[in-house]
């Protein structure tokens, strides 16, 4: 079997476990702080607040802006339901944005036709580790007074012209999910650079009180009051040991990855029903997967269980949110539909090796004459 991904590991993970395991000091510790100030040195942000997962990233971002009942959030509509989930979870109503048939990602010539006198914030997603248009996005707010949240639960080490992806708005939300370019197996950062929005989300994912790291440091006894509701959102140290050890091997993945990336632009080529995935100038993509989109003639359903058959793990891009039927969603986002019906994400991880690529290019080419 070819897996679609395949995280990579080695020593440095079990050093860290176990460095966290023999401390005895193994939920929000000082293992989560490390990962923590590791993370915001990274990308160049003054924050970084690690919790359970990305959805909790978002969560949280929308909440420290202050989003509540009766506002609206734009939201690019090609991505993982939890992008509109989260904005539901604030009592808030998502409005689906169509996106750039090229890149996938929101498409910012159609971001002011949907800004009413609700509108609060938008919510970029920088698609499959692609950075979204940035500079209009951040103008369009400028203009309107909204604020940004960027969706970057695919694009930690992504770079839009000089800037990290999630760095560039008020706050950007990274995931490490198993298929992510690093992993922690669930996880997820929020990152900001101002410092009272940090504030208020480190606060609200412990349960609206000081962290027990925190609290370990005070010299009297000092019994929380809870007067909001937080959350119970606080990322473990067993957890963050992973992220430590994964995050020393995040630009070497990277690297490999735009590697194999190009290699399959180059298998692609002689396919005339495979449209590889088109890069913007000045970005780094990083490649959190590697999709193209295949020709309407072709049943793309059909294609994957074909390769499948033959040991080749491939799926769907992502989703079209404004057909799912938890948001009710009256909004028209043809280029989104379009890319959810075509869209096939190709085997891409650090370890795939080019005759990998090549049996699955001669694999596809026989699915296809069988399916016809």
């Known amino acids: ?62 909440l420290s802006l202050g989003i509540s009942m009766g506002d609206e959030v734009l939201v690019a509509d090609y991505t993982f339901p939890a992008t509109g989930h989260s904005v539901l979870y604030c009592g808030a109503k998502p409005i689906f944005v169509d996106v750039n048939l090229d890149t996938y990602n929101i498409d910012s010539d159609k971001i002011e036709e949907k800004i009413t006198e609700r509108t609060k914030a938008i919510i970029p997603v920088h698609t499959f580790g692609q950075p979204a248009d940035m500079d209009k996005i951040m103008k ?23 800037e990290h992806a999630g760095t560039i708005g008020d706050i950007g939300c990274y995931s490490f999910h198993a298929r992510k370019g690093i992993t922690t197996g669930e996880g997820g950062m929020v990152v900001t650079s101002d410092k009272t929005l940090a504030e208020e989300i480190r606060y609200l994912s412990v349960f609206g009180m000081k962290s027990a790291w925190d609290r370990e440091k005070d010299q009297i006894l000092s019994i929380p009051e809870f007067s909001d509701i937080g959350y119970n959102y606080k990322m473990s140290d067993i957890t963050a040991a992973i992220g430590v050890a994964q995050l020393k091997k995040i630009d070497m993945i990277i690297e490999r990855k735009k590697k194999l990336a190009k ?62 039927p938890v948001y009710a969603s009256q909004e028209k986002c043809p280029n989104s539909l379009d890319i959810f019906n ?31």
Request: proline fraction near 3%; glycine fraction near 4%; include cysteine.
């Open 1 to 62: 079997m070819i897996p679609l991904c395949r995280p990579y590991f080695d020593s440095e993970e079990l050093y860290e476990i176990k460095e966290v395991l023999d401390s005895g000091w193994v939920s929000q510790g000082p293992k989560v702080r490390e990962f923590e100030n590791k993370v915001a040195d990274y990308v160049g942000a003054k924050y970084a607040i690690a919790v359970t997962n990305c959805t909790a990233s978002l969560h949280l971002a929308l």
């Open 140 to 162: 369009i707010a400028h203009d309107y007074n909204l604020k940004i949240v960027e969706d970057a639960a695919c694009a930690l080490g992504a770079k839009y012209k000089t």
């Open 263 to 324: 290699y399959w632009d180059e298998k692609l080529e002689d396919i005339d029903f495979i449209t590889k995935p088109y890069v913007q100038k000045d970005v780094r993509h990083i490649y959190q997967s590697y999709v193209a989109l295949i020709d309407k003639n072709v049943n793309r359903n059909k294609l994957i269980s074909k390769l499948m058959k033959h040991g080749i793990q491939t799926q769907i891009g992502t989703y079209a949110s404004h057909i799912q």
């Open 342 to 372: 075509r869209s096939i994400a190709l085997p891409l991880y650090y370890e795939l090796k080019e005759e990998d690529i090549d049996f699955v290019t001669k694999s596809i080419k026989i699915s296809v004459s069988e399916l016809k």
